[in-house]
């Protein structure tokens, strides 16, 4: 087992560090020259295309995190209205789909029973389903229309970390397909994404090389009782996905909240030193974050913010900043998860927890 860990202490910083490759593999031979996206297992043609009237995102966990991001991604670029849904929530809520909808199902594994059931149900009912999976010819793969794979190679650890970001990027393939075809994005902020795609790869690997930045802040707070994270729009999504893999392999109380949202309820939470993990990446929100951050630091709360390095002002709002390298704000989600990632990790670590299996979850739920 060490051997296959490459030298790492877990399979899941292995994973973490390895997400670079993944997110260059999975884009690998998709973004020809220009502004076309070529997604050679997707079989829907521009008419088909054109004919949709409504798409469901629909998974589990982390895959349902990457679907969120999905939603926003392609109801911006394709102004196609878009639900997100949790796979044991989509199948018992007689869902309106119909065959004028485009159901997409996003599993690592493709045998989560939950989510292979509302595909059925979605099938059932006439829906296109379009598949992004981690494993050929998984269950999923052989029972969807269409398949897009992400490429990020064996995830051992239960926690999910290149699965997450290769869906992601995923998204933003599909989104731009769909926006492409359907005329509703310019050729020019077509290739301006792809640019953007193309720089991940890079951008992730100067955050890992930051990693001992993490670290520190990791063993400074790893004995949090409780963890908030805040964010709007694409940062919420991305906090959503922090808070669970904090609490899934550290065991610390953790919560995502839209930060807006917070004087509805978690505000009455927050109290002298509780650790707020706050992301600010998304300029056109970054007035507003500051206001949210301010209500948290008013009360007391010790905030860690995820930010661009353009954004070097935050540091007088809050106590500890880590910074990702500027990108343009629709990307963002893929860098912004990295530190979280990490500081799940790092403090999961200093607790002594076992990070590659935490008590009573599995790799792959194939039971409802
Ligand atoms: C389990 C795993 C999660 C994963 C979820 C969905 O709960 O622990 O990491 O996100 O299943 O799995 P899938 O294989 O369908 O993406």
Known sequence: EAAEKGGYQHFMLKEINEQPKAVRDTLAGRLPDGSDVKLDDIKLSADDINKINKIFIVACGTAYHAGLVGKNLIERLAKIPVEADIASEFRYRDPLVDEHSLTIVISQSGETADTLAAMREAKKKGSRILAVTNVVGSSVAREADDVLYTWAGPEIAVASTKAYTTQLVSMYLLAIKLGLERGTITEDYAEMLKSELRQLSEKIQKILDNQDTVQKLADNNYTAKDVFFLGR????????????????????????????????????????????????????????????????????????????????????????????????EEVAPVLAVIPLQLLAYYMAVARGCDVDKPRNLAKSVTVE
């Open 233 to 328: 729009g694409l940062d919420y999504s991305v906090s959503m996905e922090g808070s669970l893999k904090l609490k899934e392999i550290s065991y610390i109380h953790s919560e995502a909240y839209a930060a807006g949202e917070l004087k509805h309820g978690t505000l009455a939470l927050i109290e002298n030193g509780t650790l707020v993990i706050a992301l600010v990446t998304q300029k056109h929100l970054y007035d507003k974050m500051l206001s949210n951050i301010k209500e948290v630091t008013t009360r007391g709360a010790h905030v860690i913010a995820v930010a661009l390095e353009s954004m070097r002002e935050i540091e007088k709002a809050v106590d500890d900043v880590i910074y990702i390298p500027d990108c343009a």
